[in-house]
């Protein structure tokens, strides 16, 4: 794929200037080790439930903040009525794992189609196709308040060529992490777009792709991850977000 050749990549000062700024932030982090766990558990709970409230939002759905928090304290029932509070379960669920087994999750094809179905496990209507790659086309849209469709933001990859796309991705970027070819920050930029190119997944892309680069963010050495919400941010600049992509 023309998108994995590293050097076509233009990097301008801007970039250079944030990468070095999240950097010298990595490093501060460190210094924060000696905060006392109560203190880190309250800013974790804070960003799990931003998280996971913006990401679903950015989906469609129309649960707040609160609402989140109301419903991840009775997520051991196992019962949710509306898909909103069966995408949130699902979410929460998923980032859970991440947080907690980080690790031990090597970036392959197979364990991003566990996460796939992890994340959908609640999804009555996303039963048929939740951990196996899509079986027809899936461009992305833009929509209306409404829901009315409005326009096509981008085709995504083939379902035929999907499988190997995803191969040649996932092959690219354990290589350049391996060999650190580039920055890992860039690595993950790269392997998040390419990712939401190929969409490889009938559904559940958006929010699989902030699953991923939790992952891929917290084995590359950012260890606040957990304590800031990046799909909180992305909620933010969400017309930003689909320009960029």
Known sequence: MDMLNINTIFITQEILSLIAKIDEFKGAWRAFGTLAPERLLALRRVATIESIGSSTRIEGSK?????????????????????????????????????????????????IKQLHGMLLTHSDKDHWHRGNYKT??????????????????????????????????????????????????????????????????????????????????LQAGYAYVPYSSLESIIEQNKQGYYLAL
């Open 63 to 111: 649960l707040t903040d609160r609402q989140v928090e109301a419903l991840l304290s009775k997520l051991e029932i196992k019962s949710f009525e509306t898909r909103d509070e069966q995408e949130v379960a699902g979410y929460a669920e998923v980032m859970e794992v991440i947080f907690s087994s980080w690790e031990h999750i090597p970036i392959s094809e197979n364990y």
């Open 136 to 217: 027809t086309s899936n461009s992305v849209a833009a929509f209306d308040e409404s829901g009315q469709q409005v326009a096509v933001v981008f085709e995504t990859t083939s379902p035929f060529d999907t499988p190997r796309f995803m191969a040649e991705l996932v092959a690219w970027y354990r290589d350049v992490r391996e060999q650190n070819t580039i920055h890992p920050l860039l690595a993950i930029a790269i392997f998040t777009v390419v990712f939401l190119e190929i969409h490889p997944f009938q559904d559940g892309n958006g929010r699989l792709s902030r699953v991923l680069t939790t992952l891929l963010l």
